[in-house]
């Protein structure tokens, strides 16, 4: 369940970078349930990155929808 949870909030956060949706990213130190979970977390806030979380093929996707919105933004 831990893992539909965190797929759901990356979800939300690629569809308000992608779409510009305004969007809050809320986490109570309750809902740690694994130490790598905050980690993982952490990594995403600080980085927007975690290793090995998408296939290459969709991170390349990923990328380029943020490309394109960040030009649309200068």
Known sequence: ML???VI???QLLLKAGTEGKP???LF???QIKNESFMEDISM???SGDVPNLY???EKAEIIEKMQTVA???V
């Open 3 to 5: 893992i539909i949870v």
């Open 8 to 10: 759901h909030h990356l």
């Open 23 to 25: 969007t809050v990213f």
């Open 28 to 30: 109570a130190d309750n």
């Open 44 to 46: 995403i806030l600080n």
């Open 55 to 57: 296939p290459a093929d």
């Open 71 to 73: 030009k649309n933004e």
